[in-house]
């Protein structure tokens, strides 16, 4: 009897296990909404475990803030030449045109930081941007040929003089912007930054209404129109440039060029391409080197000697036009552009600064990026060899900051032969007359 016992006790237990596994699954596949019929404990248990992984991201959102607002990482004006031992004058200056950089590029934050708007957009056509710049020169080539519009009626956002023709210019292209009711942004050297449509704008365009003012006020030929074409993105730089033209005022002729497509020039109702000097003799070298604002007691002993090479067999020419001058390269009356006044007030900013107050009466000018927006692609399209006065390039100028700290140099030339030579020169130029001034700065100097 005991065996038999035994045996039914042990078989008891083998059916439950047996029995277990299914009936288990059997309600666990019918019981998929009733959330009510969960056990108290799993619900007081569950936020137990949720409420510190709640709190742990918590935690790390807050550390990563500082990640995320990363735009005190870049300060544009730290490099800036003005922020030294300056006068009173040239920090107040500074202070104001840093406010200026800073406002013209937080405007356009109508765009996802990072973002482009419909980067697959198509750019600006060519005919547009004709228009646009056709617009400027019906307004203003009447005044240019009677050498009127002279009056001086303020300061542009770069602390340069602007001039009554460039009020007129201003205007004009503001009410050809309005009328074309594009989706698009400009940025010009008196207006900044500004729009034309309710929407996200896809477009920006650099303008600049009259690049050589007073050339054109005098009723000189060295004056154009600048407009350059890039979609609308977080913080634009020369890099970004999609398109631009220059067109000249006092004659039919426009330059054009689009990014990997090469450049043109547009005359007459012809089409031609750019012809581009071979002379690499620095003897005969036609050239020009920016002066306006520029501080003479620096830049003409700089260059004295290729000066005086220059003079006979070549020639030499005050530029008033940045944009003027490159677009000169691509007709072969130039072989090269030079502006390398910038390198002293980033080299030695102590010892120069006031010298450029001085001369921009009391205003730091140098290479604003309206100047060079459509001049720059034009020319290296064209094939010439474009660098600033430290043999880098230009791509990351910002579109949307005309600070003293975007200010830039430039070296340009029609061949990399030449360009090579003129670099050297410079370059050793500068050198030299910079530890000239550093003596002289000395106590004992």
């Known amino acids: 009897m005991a065996t038999k016992t035994s045996k039914k006790k042990a078989a008891k237990p083998a059916a439950r296990k047996t029995a277990s596994p299914r009936k288990r699954p059997a309600p666990a596949k019918k019981v998929k ?256 080197m920016t002066v306006p604002a520029r501080p003479a007691e620096l830049i003409f002993p700089t260059a004295a000697k290729l000066i005086d090479l220059t003079s006979l067999k070549g020639g030499f020419f005050a530029c008033n036009s940045t944009s003027y001058s490159l677009t000169r390269l691509l007709t072969c009356q130039y072989d090269a552009c030079i502006d390398f006044a910038n390198r002293f007030l980033r080299d030695i900013p102590n010892i120069v600064q006031d010298h450029f107050i001085n001369a921009g009466r009391g205003a730091v000018l140098g290479i604003a990026p309206y100047d060079i927006a459509a001049s720059l692609l034009i020319a290296r399209e064209a094939g010439c060899y474009v660098t600033d006065a430290y043999g880098n390039t230009l791509d990351d100028v910002m579109l949307l900051d005309s600070s003293v700290a975007n200010h830039r140099s430039i070296i340009a030339a029609s061949s990399k032969e030449l360009y090579e030579k003129l670099f050297s020169f410079f370059d050793l130029r500068i050198k030299q007359f910079e530890l000239l001034l550093q003596r002289r700065a000395q106590p004992n100097g």
């Open 33 to 288: 909404n009733p959330k009510r019929s969960m056990p108290k404990k799993s619900v007081k248990s569950a936020p137990k475990k949720v409420a510190p992984k709640a709190s742990k991201p918590a935690k790390s959102a807050v550390r990563q803030k500082p990640v995320k607002a990363a735009k005190p990482a870049t300060p544009a004006p730290k490099p800036a030449p003005i922020s030294g031992n300056g006068s009173a004058m040239a920090k107040s200056d500074a202070l104001r045109e840093r406010s200026r950089a800073a406002t013209a590029i937080s405007r356009p934050s109508l765009v996802t930081p990072g973002r482009p708007a419909n980067p697959r957009a198509k750019i600006l056509p060519r005919e547009f941007l004709f228009e646009v710049a056709n617009a400027v020169r019906i307004a203003v080539e009447p005044l240019v040929r009677q050498a009127k519009g002279r009056e001086v009626v303020g300061l542009a956002q770069s602390g340069d003089t602007t001039f009554q023709l460039d009020k007129i210019a201003e205007k004009a292209l503001l009410t050809f912007l309005r009328e074309a009711k594009m989706p698009v942004a400009y940025y010009s050297e008196d207006a900044g930054y500004a729009t034309f449509t309710t929407g996200q704008p896809q477009h920006l365009l650099v303008v600049d209404p009259i690049d050589g003012s007073r050339a054109a006020k005098s009723g000189f030929e060295g004056c154009v129109i600048s407009v350059a074409s890039t979609r609308v993105i977080e913080r634009p730089r020369i890099i970004d440039i999609d398109n631009g033209c220059v067109m000249e005022i006092l004659h039919p002729r426009t330059f054009y060029a689009e990014r990997g497509k090469g450049a043109r020039i547009y005359a007459d109702g012809a089409v031609k391409k750019p012809k581009l000097s071979r002379n690499t003799n620095l003897e005969t070298v036609s050239w020009a």
